[in-house]
């Protein structure tokens, strides 16, 4: 059974920072890229970043570049999300995931979601 446990978040001024943690199970973190989704109030889940199994590749989608670190403790297996400089516009409850890139797609691996942590960002 694939466990996904998002904690870190909260209510933050604009230009703030959080860290978000995922407390993942050990088959749905062990040799998958791990990836962070974000959904806003009536949008659709979106990826914002994602990291291999060794930690050496990333991807982050344009609008975090340069604000947001993924990274893992695969020891721990736990995912983490670092967040600098937080804008309104990031203000989403947010999701952790194996993911894989399927053509031009972003897919949770397992379907497996959990319950996702929320980041307000306050102007």
């Known amino acids: 059974q694939e466990q996904l446990v998002e904690s870190g978040g909260g209510l933050v001024q604009a230009g703030g920072s959080l860290r978000l943690s995922c407390a993942a199970s050990?088959?749905?973190?062990?040799?998958?890229?791990m990836g962070w989704f974000r959904q806003a109030s009536g949008k659709e889940r979106t990826l914002v970043a994602a990291?291999?199994?060794?930690?050496?590749?990333?991807y982050y989608t344009d609008s975090v570049k340069g604000r947001f670190t993924i990274s893992r403790d695969n020891a721990k297996n736990t995912l983490y999300l670092q967040m600098n400089s937080l804008k309104p516009e990031d203000t989403a409850r947010y999701y952790c995931?194996?993911?894989?890139?399927?053509?031009?797609?972003?897919?949770?691996?397992?379907?497996?979601w959990g319950q996702g942590t929320l980041v307000t960002v306050s102007s």
């Open positions: 995931a194996a993911v894989s890139l399927v053509g031009s797609t972003w897919r949770n691996v397992f379907d497996a």
């Open positions: 050990r088959r749905t973190f062990r040799n998958n890229r």
């Open positions: 990291v291999n199994w060794s930690g050496d590749n990333t």
